[in-house]
């Protein structure tokens, strides 16, 4: 019996040993929930802007990528502990961020947040507004008068706009745009504040290498305005 | 899945229900009731083993063993479910690939922990990069079993630990008197007998159990209720071919129904099971049974 547990326990320990090679796989972590950037589509599969750009620049750096999804408010601590190697996930880079991982080059401009309401007269100023937690409107809402109400998923935030919980929802105008062309319901109010300064892929601080491989990709991308039609085709904001 | 599905547009009524709910997506809910069921399955097992291992590790008349047996059910009782389930997963899994790292890159200069950054050798990652998404799957669906060992085997040691005292003096005294040894009063008297003790406990338990099992969206593991979160939001029809409105409150009626349907079943096998380990053992229950009748 001790000795079946030993090869277990060595068995579990060297299993694949002949497989490893630096970064054979890159495995890309992205939330599955907030369209036109990622989302699942009918088929279970990622899909959206983020899926073909990942796959196309994983193409051009010559990596080998592989789509796991996690929930948003985990997602960073995830990438440190090493469970996937980057986040494309719509996460915009902030100075905050910045401090516990990298970002590569942004591949997005830096997109006005939209509020959207039930009524026309909605109190986005200082009323309820619902945004989804730890993001970059959840933190500019904070600092503002209005009352912050946050959700873990995107369309938590909407739901609660729609059954009256908050007065309106902050968001990127990209994510709301779909949603208010096909509900007459809900309508964009007040201002369009610029927060964040572009969204990048997140890479760990010690993958330094991998983060100089996905910046090139995109700069290339940017070059030759494979981006820019990517931008234009989901409707993600301005090109570049 | 089947021919009528290929436009969903021109369906309406029941042949548009049966094509969303088998879209690959919707058969995801599917699949996760079956996680759900396997991890009920697997891990009832485990903890009550653990929970037996911490039993007699409680009772040992050798004080170290005493000491980790009670540490076990005291500590673990004592922290929170979800703050055991956050911390204990990641430090199991760090510590696995600690020790990997440690015998399969012994060249490695680099320091592990760099900032935030939890860095073992490629050759050392648990599961390694490069193997299939559902290796990643069957991983942490093995931590999640392991967690909920641990969790439920300190409740379940605590119960046996109760129960193996609850067993009446004079059926050991009897046992010892008739010259057993202290194995076979273990093995013969006690064992058999204090199941009847332990059985509302272990129940309870088994029913908190099918009440934890969502706690797997924690580890990572994509149950039933993330699915009904995720399939019942809202959907637009630029992304899907199947919109619909807020309909998370019928997935979650569904939910309701599923659990209550299932906490319903479990009870009527204890009942069950209580009924026939009564029959003929000292306790309340038993002489109901002999002086009442059946």
Redesign the interface.
């Known amino acids: 019996m001790k000795k079946l547990i030993m090869s277990t326990v060595i068995w579990g ?2 299993a ?2 002949s ?9 890309m972590g992205t939330e599955g ?1 907030y ?2 950037w990622n ?6 599969e990622v ?2 802007f983020e899926r073909e750009l990942g796959d196309e620049l994983c193409k051009r750096a010559e990596l080998n990528c ?1 789509w ?4 948003w408010d985990s997602i960073i601590p ?1 990438l ?4 996937y ?1 980057t986040i494309i996930a719509g996460m915009s880079i902030t100075d905050e961020r910045k401090e ?2 990298d970002f590569t080059t942004n591949y997005t401009q830096p997109d006005p947040s939209s509020y959207l309401a039930a009524s026309e007269g909605a109190d986005w100023k200082t009323g309820i507004i619902a945004a989804q937690s730890n993001t970059i409107q959840a933190a500019y809402i904070a600092a503002t008068g209005a009352t912050l109400v946050e959700f873990a ?1 995107p ?2 935030t ?2 609660a706009v ?2 009256g919980e908050a007065d309106a929802v902050l968001a990127d105008a990209s994510y709301l745009n ?2 208010a ?2 509900d007459p319901g809900l309508m964009f109010v007040g201002d369009r504040p610029l927060i964040g300064g572009g969204v990048g892929m997140g890479i ?3 993958d330094s290498d991998l983060r100089d491989k996905f910046t090139a990709a995109i700069d290339s991308m940017k070059a030759d305005g494979t981006l820019n039609a990517l931008i234009v085709k989901h409707e993600i904001g301005e090109t570049f | 899945m089947f021919e009528i599905c290929i436009d969903p547009e021109k369906l309406s009524g029941l042949s548009w229900l049966t094509c969303y709910i088998t ?3 919707h ?2 809910l599917f699949y996760s009731v079956g996680t759900v069921l396997l991890l009920l399955l697997i891990t009832a097992p485990t903890a009550l083993l653990f929970g037996f291992g911490g039993a007699v590790m409680a009772r040992s008349k050798i004080l170290l063993i005493k000491i980790v047996g009670n540490a076990y059910i005291s500590i673990v009782r004592g922290v929170p479910d979800i703050a055991f389930f956050l911390f204990f997963v ?1 430090a199991i ?2 510590l696995l ?1 600690w ?2 790292h440690k ?2 890159c012994p060249e490695w200069s680099e320091p592990i922990r ?7 050798c ?2 050392a ?1 648990l ?7 559902w290796i ?1 799957e069957v991983y942490g669906f093995l931590l999640a079993v392991f967690t909920f060992a641990i969790v439920f085997g300190a409740f379940a040691a605590n119960v046996l630990y109760g129960a193996m005292r609850a067993v009446p003096k004079a059926q050991i005294e009897t046992a010892v008197s008739f010259g057993m040894t202290e194995r076979k009063v273990f093995h013969r008297i006690l064992i058999p007998q204090m199941w009847i003790f332990a059985l509302p406990g272990l129940g309870n338990l088994w029913m908190i159990l099918i009440k934890a099992t969502p706690l797997l ?1 924690l580890l ?1 593991v ?1 149950d039933v209720v993330y699915w009904a ?2 399939l019942g ?2 959907k ?8 619909h409105g ?1 309909w ?1 409150v019928w997935y979650f009626l569904g939910l309701l129904i599923f659990y209550l349907a299932f906490t319903r079943v479990s009870e009527l096998i204890i009942d069950n099971l209580m009924k026939n380990l009564s029959r003929g053992s000292a306790t309340l229950g038993g002489d109901l049974q002999r002086y009442v009748g059946r």
């Not at chain 1, 440190?80 to 469970?83: C, E, H, M």
């Not at chain 2, 760099?114 to 073992?120: A, E, K, L, W």
């Open positions: 320990l060297t694949g040993l497989l490893a090679g630096s970064h054979s796989v890159i495995r929930a369209p036109p989302y699942v589509d009918d088929n279970g899909a959206g592989e796991v999804i996690n929930d995830n440190v502990s090493g469970n190697d516990k991982i998923t369309e938590e909407i739901a729609r059954n779909p949603i062309e096909e760990r601080k010690s | 879209t690959p997506k058969l995801n990641i899994d760090q690939e020790t990997r015998i399969l760099q900032g935030n950054d939890f860095v073992v490629t050759a990652k599961p390694l990069s490069s193997s299939p998404q990643h969206f990572g994509e979160r995720e939001g809202t637009t029809a630029k992304f899907t071919s199947y919109p807020d998370r």
